[in-house]
């Protein structure tokens, strides 16, 4: 089955300055990885996606490239604020197969 | 207007007793999920119903049994409970089978085992 590693595990950084959450996937059938934000007691929500189609896509500060040789895809957030403190997984699926989630990043953005 | 509601959000039990969380959804979607959030918030699927049909079955004991009376319905009983079995337990939906698509999760129903 699918085995989804992300890394950092933590990670602190200062208002304004970018965020760079990296995984890996094991499954070279996987085609849709989706990143999801849970903010603290709260439901992990879809913040953004991509497809196996596709290598970047950009959402306002938050975009996510995907290297489907290497099989590892990143989040990158820019300009944090402090809203943006939260954990964040990843995750891989492919068609007709359950989401496998990454083990989750907790970002601290500092004022 | 809540999308996908669970019930209780907050569910405190001694060992050995038997509790049950209910789910339901109002987004119109085929498939329901529940997933477990340990204590270190690891996100891991426990059980997929498509229209009330069981696809997605993962190792968990069987002391855990889901039902889903229809499509928009997943409740999740748990039998004998386990101190081990103290987490979060998210419900979660999604429009497709095979989740190419997003999912709609539930509040959490945190469960404390004594």
């Known amino acids: 089955g699918e085995n989804v590693e992300q890394h950092p595990s933590t990670l602190s950084v200062q208002e304004g300055d970018s965020a760079v959450i990296k995984c890996t996937y094991s499954?070279?059938?996987?085609?849709?990885f989706p990143w999801y934000k849970q903010e603290l007691g709260k439901r992990p929500q879809l913040i953004i996606d991509?497809?196996?189609?596709?290598g970047e896509k950009k959402d306002q500060r938050i975009a996510v490239t995907l290297n489907k040789t290497a099989k590892h895809f990143s989040l990158h957030i820019t300009e944090t604020q402090p809203e943006d403190s939260a954990v964040y997984f990843c995750?891989?699926?492919?068609?007709?197969?359950?989401?496998?989630f990454g083990g989750g990043t907790r970002v601290l953005v500092k004022p | 207007d809540t999308a996908v509601s669970q019930t209780p959000k907050y569910l405190v039990t001694q060992m050995g007793n038997d509790k049950s969380i209910k789910c339901e959804q109002n987004?119109?979607?085929?498939?329901m999920y529940w997933y477990k959030q340990d204590s270190k918030k690891f996100l891991k699927i426990m059980f997929s119903?498509?229209?009330?049909?069981?696809?997605i079955n993962e190792t968990v004991p069987n002391r855990f049994s889901p039902k889903s009376p229809d499509k928009a319905h997943l409740n999740l009983h748990i039998n004998s409970l386990e101190l081990g079995d103290s987490a979060v337990y998210f419900c979660?939906?999604?429009?497709?089978?095979?989740?190419?698509?997003?999912?709609?999760f539930g509040e959490g129903s945190r469960l404390t085992v004594l």
């Open positions: 119903y498509n229209n009330k049909e069981l696809i």
């Open positions: 979660a939906s999604s429009q497709v089978t095979g989740v190419t698509g997003e999912l709609f």
């Open positions: 499954d070279s059938a996987s085609n849709y």
């Open positions: 987004l119109g979607h085929d498939t």
């Open positions: 995750a891989a699926t492919a068609a007709g197969n359950k989401l496998t």
């Open positions: 991509i497809r196996s189609n596709v």
